[in-house]
Every structure is written in structure tokens, then in C-alpha cells.
């Protein structure tokens, strides 16, 4: 009985997912457009927690190309280490996410990375683009996980990492979260240890990596919350995972692919395919177009929606 409760699968669709992150997304609009992502890092510990998570990743295994940051919804963590000088593409289902950070981005720095509308189960990537891969709690958004994993695996190099840290399921706060999203209309969902691991083995990845990490509010989200309720539930979490985090803590993964890694100096834009025909994609006037000329693709703020219809 047990073991059901933990493994219950809900049947949201990547739509569905799209539609609520938007809609949650531009709730928010004069928020994300006001905030600068950089100075944000330096005056909210939570949110430096994670960038710094991604930032000691690249560092640890350099390269010098380019980082495909999966689900980057806003992407201000792909801002700050783009600032930082590391060759980030951010991607994500929700174009209006990733406009606010193009915009963002551009007032505030003048700084311009490379986004990109996509479905990571249809990636519009040649094989063999990316050093290294970036999904921080992503996987547990995904309809099809195998599906994307195979995708991943197929647009990295050889020899090139994969960074992830995800829900831990047995963590019951975790649990309760799932039905609460559930009927907010998102895909949620929570690996084991093992199943995470197996995941990654059975699309190929080797395994460079694997933990788990206590989960800590910082003090800054905690003081943020709605409620005192909120506040002091928040402040027992952090407690409760420091001390448990086997329990109540996040799985942190590190894969490879297997082979030789070979530098490569690229243009992302000579990567791009068709997701339909697998075709090369070539930029005419304000929509790219594959070789033979049968599928078009639309751009919203200059940026290319990448998505098979």
C-alpha cells in the first residue's frame, strides 16, 4: 500500500505544464523584468545557493563551449553564469519565460546569450553540440523522462557531463506537494536514489556523481513567505532536512557520456535542425525554415520557437 502511495503517477500533459508555467510566468511580469539577476545573487543567499551548485559543476569539468541549460524557465541562474563567462543557451517550453530574461538582460548588462524555445523530448540539436548539460529540477517536469534523457544524451558530446539535482521520493513534504501541484494543473514527480541512477544507465550515461544534499529555505525566501504559518513551516523543513537528509534532503547527479571529449569551436545557430525532418534550419527574414522548405518556424522576440507542431 505503502509502496503505491510513493509511486503514484499523474497524468498531466506537457500542454497542460506550459499553460500553467505561462500563466504563472506573466502573473508576474513587472517582477521578473525589474529584478536584475545579477545583483540578485549577491543579495539572496538561496538564490546563490544555486547558481554557485552550477557554477562549482562547470568549473569542476572545464570546457570552453557551449552549456545547454534545460527548462531555464526566467534563466536567471543561465544569466548569471553567462556573466561569469561561461557559453550558456538557455531553453525552455515557455517563451514568455525566456523573453523576460532577454529583456532583462539587455537593459539591465547589455548582455545577449543564445535562447531558445524547445521540447527537450524533440530537441532542435544536431548530435554531438553541447559540452555539458544543465537540468536543475527539471527531470521532475518531464512527461516522458526516458524520452528526454535519450535526447540528452544524443546532443551531447562524447566525453561531455550532465548536471542534475531533483526531488528525493520519499521525502513526504515532498509527496503532499505533488497532489497540491497535481491539482494546480503542472507535472510533478520524485525519484529514489536508485531509480534516478538506473534512469540515467539505461540511456547510456555513466555515473559520476550521486547524492544526496539537505534542502535549506534560506532565510531571505522563508522571510518572503505569505504567512507565519508558512514562515515557521519552512524554518522545521530546513531544520528537519540538515539534520535528516537522507530523508528529507535532494539527489545530486553528475553523469557522462561515454567516449572521447573532443573541443570543437562552433556557431549554435549552424546546429540548429528541424525537429520534424531533421533537416538543417536556416534564418529567413523573421522565421527559420528547414532545407527543403517545408516546415517553417515562427521567433518570439527574436527568439527562435524551435517546437514541433
Known amino acids: 500500500m505503502l509502496k503505491k502511495l510513493f509511486n503514484l503517477k499523474f497524468g498531466i500533459t506537457a500542454e497542460e505544464e506550459k499553460a500553467f ?7 508576474l511580469k513587472d517582477r521578473y523584468l525589474n529584478t536584475d539577476s545579477v545583483k540578485k545573487y549577491n543579495n539572496d543567499d538561496g538564490y546563490k545557493l544555486k547558481v554557485d551548485d552550477i557554477k562549482l559543476f562547470l568549473e569542476k569539468y572545464k570546457s570552453n563551449g557551449y552549456i545547454l ?16 563567462g561561461h557559453k550558456m543557451v538557455a531553453t525552455d517550453i515557455n517563451e514568455i519565460a525566456l523573453s523576460y530574461s532577454k529583456i532583462r538582460s539587455k537593459n539591465f548588462r547589455n548582455e545577449q546569450m543564445d535562447y531558445f524555445v524547445i521540447d527537450a523530448h524533440n ?15 527539471v527531470l521532475h517536469h518531464m512527461e516522458k523522462i526516458d524520452t528526454a534523457l535519450k535526447e540528452m544524451f544524443k546532443v551531447l558530446k562524447s566525453g561531455g557531463y550532465l548536471f542534475t539535482v531533483e526531488p528525493y521520493a520519499y521525502n513526504p513534504y515532498r509527496r503532499l506537494s505533488e497532489v497540491r501541484d497535481y491539482f494546480r494543473g503542472t507535472i510533478e514527480k520524485s525519484f529514489s536514489v536508485s531509480k534516478l541512477k538506473s534512469l540515467f544507465i539505461e540511456n547510456g550515461f555513466e555515473i559520476v556523481e550521486l547524492k544526496k544534499v539537505s534542502f535549506v529555505y534560506p532565510e531571505q525566501k522563508i522571510k518572503d513567505s505569505r504567512s507565519m504559518t508558512r514562515r515557521f513551516l519552512k524554518r522545521i523543513y530546513t531544520k528537519v532536512s540538515e539534520k535528516f537528509p537522507s530523508i528529507f534532503g535532494m539527489i545530486y547527479l553528475v553523469a557522462r557520456k561515454p567516449g572521447e571529449f573532443e573541443e570543437k569551436d562552433i556557431n ?4 540548429l535542425k528541424c525537429p520534424q525532418t531533421n533537416e538543417k534550419l536556416n534564418l529567413e527574414k523573421d522565421y527559420y525554415v528547414n532545407k527543403s522548405n517545408t516546415v517553417k518556424y515562427s521567433t518570439y522576440n527574436d527568439i527562435p520557437i524551435l517546437i514541433k507542431e
Request: hydrophobic share 25%; glycine share 4%.
Open 21 to 27: 508555467q505561462q500563466k504563472t510566468i506573466s502573473s
Open 123 to 137: 530537441m532542435p540539436f544536431q548530435n554531438e553540440t553541447f559540452d555539458k548539460i544543465v537540468a536543475y529540477e
Open 69 to 84: 541549460d534545460i527548462g531555464s524557465n526566467t534563466s536567471g541562474e543561465s544569466e548569471n553564469l553567462y556573466h561569469f
Open 268 to 271: 549554435i545557430y549552424d546546429k
